[in-house]
Structures are given as C-alpha cells and as structure tokens.
T-cell receptor
Framework: TQLLEQSPQFLSIQEGENLTVYCNSS?????LQWYRQEPGEGPVLLVT?????EVKKLKRLTFQFGDARKDSSLHITAAQTGDTGLYLC?????????????FGTGTRLQVTL | GAVVSQHPSWVICKSGTSVKIECRSL??????MFWYRQFPKQSLMLMAT?????????EQGVEKDKFLINHASLTLSTLTVTSAHPEDSSFYIC????????????FGQGTRLTVV
C-alpha cells in the first residue's frame, strides 16, 4: 500500500505569513497533484507535476516535486484568508489504462486576519 | 476545465434502504471514473475504479456487494449503497479522467449521505 504523509496536519497562521506543506512517501509516483478542498465540496486541482525536481508556480503558490519523485512541497507566500482550506497531495500511478490516485493525509490550513 | 457533476449533493435515507449516487462528466468522455469516500476531517480513500463497459475494480476492504458500481456509458457512473446503515454515512466523491489531458482527474462536488 502506498502511503502519502502530509505535514503538518493542521496549520493556523495570520494573513501575510508564509508557509510550507510537505508530502512524503517511500513510493515513487509517476505524477503528483495538489488539490484544495473546501468543506462540503470536492477537491479542486491546483497543479500537476510529473518530472523529478520540477518546480511550478501559481501566483503565490510554489510547488516542487522531489528529484526521486517520492515527495513534494507546497509553499504559499503571503497567505490570505482565501487560502483557507484542506490541502491534499495525491500521487499518481499508472495501472494499465487508468492512473490511480493515492491521496495524502491532508493539511488543514486556517488563515486569519 | 472539465466539469464533473454529482447528484444528489446530499441525501438522507432510512437504515436498510438503498441509495444511488450519479456521477456525470458533462463536457468530456470519461472511460475511467473513480469513487472515493471521505470521513469528517480526513482525506479521500479510494473505493473503486469504474471502467466503462466492464466491471469495477474495488480496493481491498471495500464490499462490492454493498457498493454497487455501474459505468454504462462514457459520461455516467453510478454508485449504489445497498442496505445502508448509519456507519455508511459519509461524504462520497467521484472523479473522472479525460484521457486527452493525461493523468489529471476532475472531481465532482461530492454527495453527503446520512443514514438514520
């Protein structure tokens, strides 16, 4: 069973602060995705990384895929209250015709004024 | 982006009854759909992979006779929770892959099931 551990599990910060969320596994993934989920809704895809060492930026969010494709990080600069939500990483594994996603344990972020 | 719609958004049913949840890809064809379950404040756990025109592949520990999955067309998959019990109460989420865009999966808005 592939496990993706996220840390921290919960983070409460003030607006303007920076933060980093980590996603670690002992397994290699063909792709790594980050999602944000609001209460009562499905996850929304933020980014997909597929190459070891890849770095992608999405406005104030920076995503990095580890060289060995086993881990990833999400860095948020100058957090805003709108960033509040559950952040999930998900590792993709190609299984024939389908690519299964294994979700991480989740990081709940709360940004306050 | 691609749109995946789930219906209903929430449902309350009596213990012992069956409930059907629909997952539709609105603007693309999805040969593969996935069903997840999410308990409060926890992550998503994959229940099964639904392939159009064939039997679903269930994850270890998921009862296939209790969670019936049908993927009869390229845009629709259904999950039926049979003989529901209070412990089946959960947030059920589907996702669908558009093979044209690689490994990205698009998620429905989820269905909150409460069994009383």
């Amino acid at each position: 069973t592939q496990l993706l551990e996220q840390s921290p599990q919960f983070l409460s910060i003030q607006e303007g602060e920076n933060l980093t969320v980590y996603c670690n596994s002992s397994s290699v993934f063909s792709s790594l995705q980050w999602y944000r989920q609001e209460p009562g809704e499905g996850p929304v895809l933020l980014v997909t990384v597929v190459t070891g060492g890849e770095v992608k930026k999405l406005k104030r969010l920076t995503f990095q895929f580890g060289d060995a494709r086993k881990d990833s990080s999400l860095h948020i600069t100058a957090a805003q209250t709108g960033d509040t939500g559950l952040y999930l990483c998900a590792g993709g594994v190609n299984t024939g015709t389908a690519s299964k996603l294994t979700f991480g344990t989740g990081t709940r972020l709360q940004v306050t004024l | 982006g691609a749109v995946v719609s789930q219906h209903p958004s929430w449902v309350i049913c009596k213990s012992g009854t069956s409930v059907k949840i629909e997952c539709r890809s609105l603007d693309f064809q999805a040969t593969t759909m996935f069903w997840y379950r999410q308990f409060p404040k926890q992550s998503l756990m994959l229940m099964a992979t639904s392939n159009e025109g064939s039997k679903a592949t269930y994850e270890q520990g998921v009862e296939k006779d209790k969670f019936l999955i049908n993927h009869a067309s390229l845009t629709l998959s259904t999950l039926t929770v049979t003989s529901a019990h209070p412990e089946d109460s959960s947030f059920y989420i589907c996702s669908a892959r558009d093979r044209r865009v690689g490994t990205e999966a698009f998620f429905g808005q989820g269905t909150r099931l409460t069994v009383v």
